[in-house]
């Protein structure tokens, strides 16, 4: 099994996993874009969004800003590592999208069974994709981060367990407060969390195993090389 408490100890380790987490990021980008393309129902987290955007008189981007960084408040506060992982996360993902809605290789769907196949295509690739970018020690995006608190805190529930409990509860909390919840977003809700943890199952992994880097040492490494 590999060891996950000794990663990025030189430049060359770090770049290299860098460019694996982009990769991972960038599959997970297209899962994105794919369960949007779904066209039956917002993902958990956006019906929170539009729960809030409802009661606070600040712009829907604004609101999406302020749960993210909420989330990193939480992060913190759970002494986990704001890595590299979390930018990337930041500009790939999003420029994924971007760049996957240019192209506009998938129509929305028109009918809930072409939708719920395209949702499940997307799910898979979500799962695929956090699987990789969650294991080279980077660092994750700030909700990602968050699960992994939850899965070291929380030793005997699995991680697909603590994702089905999140995402239920950011989607209860954001449907009491006014947001959509459609057929796309129950069925996130339910297969997400036993997708993620049949890969992990798979492939031998834990996410709690994994020691992540700081981005300060991250950054320390690339100009200077090899950790001290």
Request: charged content about 10%.
């Amino acid at each position: 099994m590999k060891d996950y408490t000794h990663l990025n100890t030189t430049r060359k380790e770090v770049v290299q996993n860098m460019l694996i987490a982009a990769f991972g990021l960038f599959i997970f980008g297209i899962g994105v874009y794919l369960t949007i393309h779904a066209n039956i129902g917002v993902a958990p987290w956006d019906v929170l969004n539009q729960g809030l955007a409802k009661h606070i008189p600040i712009s829907y981007g604004t609101v999406m800003m302020l749960v993210s960084l909420t989330v990193i408040v939480l992060d913190v506060l759970m002494k986990e590592p704001i890595g590299m992982g979390m930018l990337l996360d930041t500009v790939v993902v999003g420029k994924t999208v971007d760049l996957m809605n240019w192209w506009d290789p998938v129509p929305l769907r028109q009918t809930v069974r072409g939708g719920v196949l395209l949702l499940v295509i997307g799910i898979v690739l979500l799962a695929i994709g956090m699987r990789v970018y969650m294991a080279v020690g980077l660092g994750c995006g700030p909700r990602d981060t968050f699960l992994v608190a939850l899965c070291k805190r929380f030793p005997k529930l699995s991680i697909g367990t603590l994702n089905i409990i999140m995402w239920a509860t950011v989607t209860i909390i954001g449907w009491f407060l006014g947001g959509q919840v459609g057929i796309g977003t129950v069925l996130s809700v339910a297969l997400m969390g036993p997708v993620l943890q049949t890969l992990c199952t798979m492939t031998h992994f834990n996410a709690a195993d994994v020691v992540h880097q700081n981005l300060l040492k991250t950054l320390k490494i690339l100009l200077n090389g090899d950790a001290q």
